[in-house]
C-alpha cells in the first residue's frame, strides 16, 4: 500500500475515532454500544485496524483484531465462562508454539565464546541473556529470540556480507540491543504490541553512512523492547 493511501486510511480511522467520541458526548450513542466500543476489547480492535492500514506485515493487526473480538464476542452473546484471566494462558500457549517455530532446524551457538567469527546468529535467552561479540568478516545475519529475558549483541568489529542483511527479532516480555558502526546503514522493520524497538545513534556531522550494504533488523516485540546503538 502506498504511503498516500496508508495517511488517507489513518485518517479515516481518526474521524472514525473522533466521532465515535463526539457522538458519545452527546449521549446519541446508546451507553452498551459506547461500553464495548470503549472497552480494552474494542481499544484493540482499533489499534488492530490501524496496524492493518499501516503496517506492511499485516499479522499483528489480524493477532489483535482476534484477541479483541475473542473476548468482545462473548460479552456480546452473553457467553459465560470468558474473562481476562484466560487472556494470560492464551498468550503463553501462543508464545511457545511461536518458539517452537522459529527454532525448528537452528542450532543456536554458545555464548561462551566471547570472540564469535561465526556468520550467521542464532541466539536464545530465556530468563536471562549476556553480551555476544561478533566479529565476523562475512556477517549475514540470523535471528534472537527473547523470552523473559534479552542479549546484548556486539557487531562493532563485524562486516557485512553482500546484499541485504535482515536479523529478525522475536521478544516477548524481553528485549534485545545491538551496538553497530555508527556509519552502519540500518533498517528498523519491527512491530512492538505493548513496546518498542528504537534507533539510538546519534551520528556526528561528520559520519558518513555506508550506503552500499543495509542491515535491516525486523520482527516482533511484545510486552518488551529492544535498541540499536553505537559506541
Do not use: C
Amino acid at each position: 500500500m502506498a504511503q498516500q493511501d496508508k495517511r488517507i486510511g489513518l485518517g479515516v480511522i481518526l474521524i472514525g475515532i473522533g466521532g465515535l467520541f463526539l457522538l458519545g458526548n452527546l449521549g446519541l450513542i446508546p451507553w452498551e454500544v459506547r461500553h464495548y466500543i470503549f472497552s480494552w476489547q474494542g481499544i484493540l480492535i482499533i489499534i488492530g485496524s490501524v496496524f492493518l492500514i499501516t503496517k506492511p506485515d499485516k499479522t499483528p493487526g489480524i493477532i489483535l483484531i482476534s484477541v479483541g473480538g475473542f473476548f468482545l464476542l462473548p460479552e456480546i452473546l452473553d457467553i459465560p465462562g470468558f474473562s481476562i484471566r484466560t487472556f494470560w494462558p492464551l498468550v503463553l500457549i501462543a508464545i511457545g508454539i511461536l518458539f517452537i517455530l522459529r527454532q525448528r532446524g537452528h542450532k543456536p551457538f554458545s555464548k561462551s565464546n566471547k570472540g564469535n567469527d561465526i556468520d550467521v546468529l542464532d541466539d536464545v535467552n530465556i530468563f536471562g541473556g549476556g553480551e555476544v561479540v561478533i566479529n565476523s568478516g562475512n556477517f549475514k545475519g540470523g535471528k534472537v529470540t527473547s523470552i523473559f529475558g534479552g542479549g546484548s549483541y556486539n557487531l562493532v568489529s563485524a562486516k557485512l556480507a553482500e546484499g541485504p542483511i535482515e536479523i529478525d527479532v522475536f521478544a516477548a516480555f524481553g528485549g534485545s540491543s545491538f551496538v553497530v558502526p555508527p556509519d552502519w546503514n540500518v533498517k528498523v522493520e519491527v512491530t512492538a504490541i505493548f513496546g518498542g524497538f528504537s534507533d539510538s545513534r546519534r551520528p556526528s556531522s561528520e559520519t558518513v553512512i555506508d550506503t552500499s550494504k543495509v542491515l535491516i533488523i525486523k520482527g516482533l516485540v511484545l510486552f518488551g523492547g529492544g535498541e540499536i546503538k553505537s559506541f
